[in-house]
């Protein structure tokens, strides 16, 4: 069947009838936004003070992705205005630097934004004294003094200018509170958290998460002990299904010595194993019919930088000790001489909650990722009609009928465009206000 | 441009495409010099970050999507235009259940006004559902033929 009005325009709409489909689709994708967009806005303002993430972001990368989007959406009405020419290597230039935009973009994006967020923790503790004691440790005087702290190496006079630039002296005004650890760097440190321009708003959320210990200290775990495992059998259940030469199979498969006596017996199957191994083995061995127990048999330090972990990950207890017993904590905003962080050791069992920039750590993030995730999608899907129109099944359009292919790529336009549009407010909105 | 009458020629158009991407490359450029240099409240920040948006949004829609010579064509304006109020009226609804409206101060506003947004909102299905009728429900004209065709397109030379 023939669509009609794929060059001329219809003359009661005034459009090609692709052209109307697109407008229809980009009001469809209006309210799509539009509804994300509200859910933003009544987020932010139902939110408590002190408790929307702001001032995470990187607006380097922000800003440059921006660049990127705009670039892309250029190039795309170049490309459409080379094949108005009937230049078909004008159009394909063009189309190569729009798809190589897109890709940039997303590459940035998800290859080294959201990373980079997903390998950075918040840590909550029970007890507001440990905070109080991990914040005297990592910002206090005390690290001050050491000549450790950025605030400090910037010297005397700039440290005044700091505190004005956070707008600590007005806050601290405000509050005439005068307690042990009213530090001004580490208030702008941790304002700057929460909150864009900071005041005496922001200087009462901060004391009041303080106080109450509910205040996270942000930062990188870059080493953690973690238990190592022994697997031990302690008795074989002879009315189960499992056969006595499949359970003894079992054991030999897990290079045990004398199957026979250990299924009768019963053993320490494996020693000073990791997790993983110990759970595999476990879950094999139960299925083989045997009772089993895992017990702590010493800790090993993994330095590796963690990922994406949850309370869950940090709070596990394997026979009443904990499978992770600390980990180090590489703070936020502390500088050590040698140009690293400044490190603490935290103890898991004071953890109360642990949890990377991923989306379920607040409610910025999550509005956060469901926008920009959502807009990501766009983008690789544009990514894709792209690659389609490049190929040679996409240009047998062209050879056929070269109005009706450039028409193809202005409505591809109108689509690009829109998802650069959105970006536009994207921008502003999730990294600078 | 198939569809618009008056567009300028090709190489004028690019010459206009070169300088919207220059308007978005300095608009960004400010919105983050502003951020940088100088200390706003969100207010004043929501208020000069999203007029610049607005600004650069403009020039993508009116030269970037060609709206600027398609304005005249009424089903692009009816149907964005539409959807804006139908999307206003819908949001009016979500406040009003809420009971709240997005206000900085979190004062409660007389509950009209939420209503009368809502309703609003019903200019969607209803102008959408006439202008649906009126202009697709008939099989589409031989242009020769069609008297009605012709008058639209005189319209639109005009």
């Known amino acids: 069947m023939e669509i009609p009005y794929t060059v001329k325009p219809r003359p009661d709409t005034g459009l090609y009838n692709g052209k109307l489909g697109v407008w229809l689709f980009l009001a469809s994708e209006v309210m799509l936004f539009g509804a994300l967009f509200s859910s933003y806005v009544l987020l932010r303002v139902g939110a408590e003070p002190g408790t929307w993430s702001m001032g995470l972001m990187d607006i380097t990368v922000g800003a440059g992705n921006t660049m990127?989007?705009?670039?892309?959406?250029?190039?795309v009405v170049l490309a459409w205005a080379c094949l108005k020419q009937g230049d078909l290597a004008g159009y394909r230039k063009w189309k190569l630097a729009t798809l190589a935009c897109a890709a940039l973009f997303l590459m940035v994006k998800w290859s080294y934004e959201w990373p980079t967020k997903f390998k950075h923790h918040d840590v909550w503790f029970k007890d507001p004294s440990v905070l109080h004691a991990a914040i005297e440790d990592g910002y206090g005087p005390e690290a001050l003094h050491q000549g450790h702290n950025e605030a400090h190496t910037a010297g005397e006079e700039n440290k005044a200018h700091s505190n004005d630039e956070y707008g600590w002296t007005a806050a601290q005004e405000y509050l005439h509170g005068n307690n042990d650890w009213e530090y001004p760097n580490r208030k702008a440190t941790y304002a700057g958290r929460f909150f864009k321009r900071t005041g005496p708003e922001s200087a009462k959320a901060y004391e009041k998460g303080l106080k109450g210990g509910t205040l996270a200290l942000s930062g990188h775990i870059t080493a953690y002990q973690e238990m190592q495992i022994d697997v031990t059998v302690s008795a074989w259940n002879t009315d189960g299904d499992s056969s006595e030469a499949a359970s003894e199979k079992v054991l030999a498969d897990l290079k045990?010595?004398?199957?026979?006596?250990?299924?009768?017996?019963?053993?320490?199957?494996?020693?000073?194993?990791?997790?993983?191994?110990?759970?595999?083995?476990?879950?094999?061995?139960?299925?083989a019919g045997f009772t089993v127990e895992l017990s702590e048999n010493g800790y090993n330090e993994i330095k590796e930088t963690a990922w994406f972990w949850r309370t869950p990950r940090a709070n596990e207890l394997i026979d009443g000790k904990p499978r992770v017993d600390s980990f180090t904590f590489e703070l936020d905003n502390t500088h050590e001489e040698d140009g690293s962080h400044r490190k603490l050791t935290i103890k898991t069992i004071d953890v109360k909650r642990l949890s990377a920039y991923e989306p379920k750590h607040s409610t910025f993030f999550g509005i956060y990722y469901t926008i920009t995730g959502l807009h990501a999608a766009h983008v690789f899907g544009g990514i894709i009609i792209m690659i389609y129109n490049l190929l040679p099944i996409g240009l047998l359009m062209w050879r056929k009928d070269r109005e009706r292919f450039a028409n193809r790529i202005e409505t591809f336009g109108l689509f690009w465009h829109f998802v650069d549009l959105v970006w536009i407010f994207l921008f502003p909105i999730l990294y600078i206000l | 441009m198939s569809d618009s009458h008056n567009s300028p020629t090709i190489t004028t158009l690019i010459r206009m495409f070169y300088f919207v991407?220059?308007?978005?490359v300095l608009?960004?450029?400010?919105?983050?010099?502003?951020?940088?240099?100088?200390?706003?409240?969100?207010?004043?920040?929501?208020?000069?970050?999203?007029?610049?948006?607005?600004?650069?949004?403009?020039?993508?829609?009116?030269?970037?999507?060609?709206?600027?010579?398609?304005?005249?064509?009424?089903?692009?304006?009816?149907?964005m235009v539409l959807t804006f109020i139908f999307f206003a009226g819908m949001m009016g609804l979500i406040?009003?259940?809420?009971?709240?409206?997005?206000?900085?101060?979190?004062?409660?506003?007389?509950?009209?006004?939420?209503?009368?947004?809502?309703?609003?909102?019903?200019?969607?299905?209803?102008?959408?559902t006439i202008l649906t009728v009126k202009l697709l429900s008939e099989p589409a004209p031989v242009e020769?033929?069609?008297?009605?065709?012709k008058r639209v397109s005189k319209k639109k030379k005009s």
């Open chain 2, 95 to 128: 406040m009003w259940a809420d009971g709240d409206i997005p206000h900085l101060s979190r004062t409660e506003v007389p509950v009209f006004w939420v209503v009368a947004a809502a309703l609003f909102g019903l200019a969607l299905p209803a102008s959408f």
């Open chain 1, 256 to 287: 045990v010595t004398d199957p026979a006596d250990v299924r009768t017996n019963g053993k320490t199957v494996i020693e000073k194993t990791d997790y993983k191994n110990a759970m595999q083995a476990k879950h094999r061995l139960e299925q």
């Open chain 2, 21 to 24: 991407g220059g308007v978005l």
């Open chain 1, 68 to 75: 990127v989007l705009i670039a892309s959406s250029m190039f």
């Open chain 2, 27 to 79: 608009g960004t450029l400010i919105t983050v010099l502003i951020d940088v240099m100088f200390e706003t409240t969100l207010l004043t920040a929501s208020v000069i970050g999203l007029s610049i948006a607005v600004v650069k949004s403009s020039f993508v829609v009116a030269i970037f999507m060609h709206y600027k010579w398609d304005k005249k064509l009424i089903m692009i304006t009816w149907t």
């Open chain 2, 144 to 149: 020769a033929v069609a008297p009605k065709a």
